[in-house]
């Protein structure tokens, strides 16, 4: 996995790029606002490369946020990186968007557990808990969708969180209070999730290699709204229109 790589994370309504020779960057950039992604997803993109230098074809591959998020956020993302990685060729893993939220401030604390929560909406988020070391990642809580007061019954004494990080956090700041002990921290304050990418996706445990990258999808946590109420209204699954009927 030498040279140089692409990291594109679109989970939430800050949308970053970078590129770099892992774990370094040599060029990022962002913009905040969920209804600009998909109008300047390629336009970052092609910033971060003009900044850094080097054109697709001059890459080894590229690291996408896998989620959970966004649904519409997420699908914008991925399918940005999936064209590319077709066109030019190019190896395509993926590490959890929350991870890479959590990681920023890891860098500060060292080995212990800290937490990312999203906003799911529905007054529940995103969450998971990890603990990162100099060579891998220990997932302590899985990414799953739930309340910030579920979340912190299922998770362990051992995975207790030293701080919060996320929108998700923000928004239900007493509950997180109540969890952590600490003040939550907003993904503003943090370093572009795209960035961080690039100093994860080496580590053991970071990593979800994807071998069919036409066919892969991002984690999203739980189904759009849309598909939501169509299948609370029929009754039954959202047919898979790429796969045949029968």
Not at 189 to 203: D, E, G, H, I, W
């Amino acid at each position: 996995m030498g040279g140089v790589w692409l990291a594109i994370d679109t989970a939430t309504d800050i949308a970053s790029v970078a590129v770099g020779k892992p774990p370094d960057t040599a060029a990022g950039v962002f913009v905040q606002g969920a209804r600009r992604h998909a109008a300047e997803i390629i336009v970052l993109i092609d910033h971060a490369l003009e900044q850094a230098g080097v054109r697709a074809n001059d890459l080894d591959g590229i690291v996408v946020g896998d989620g959970p998020g966004s649904f519409t956020g997420l699908r914008i993302g991925w399918a940005a990186a999936k064209g590319l990685a077709q066109q030019a060729g190019l190896s395509l893993v993926a590490v959890p968007s929350l991870m890479a939220a959590a990681a920023t401030v890891a860098r500060q604390l060292g080995p212990v557990p800290v937490a990312a929560c999203y906003d799911a909406l529905r007054g529940q988020v995103y969450g998971a808990v990890y603990v990162f070391h100099p060579d891998a990642v220990e997932t302590r809580v899985a990414p799953a969708v739930m309340t910030v007061a579920e979340l912190a019954r299922v998770t362990l004494p051992s995975a207790h969180p030293r701080v919060v990080v996320g929108d998700g956090a923000m928004r239900y700041r007493d509950e997180v209070l109540a969890w952590s002990g600490g003040e939550p921290i907003p993904l503003g304050s943090l370093v572009p999730n795209a960035t961080t990418l690039l100093s994860l996706f080496r580590r053991a445990g970071a990593t979800r290699q994807l071998d069919d990258s036409l066919g892969a999808e991002p984690v999203y946590g739980r189904p759009a709204e849309a598909q939501a109420k169509w299948e609370a209204r029929h009754g039954r699954p959202l047919p898979d229109p790429s796969r045949p009927a029968g």
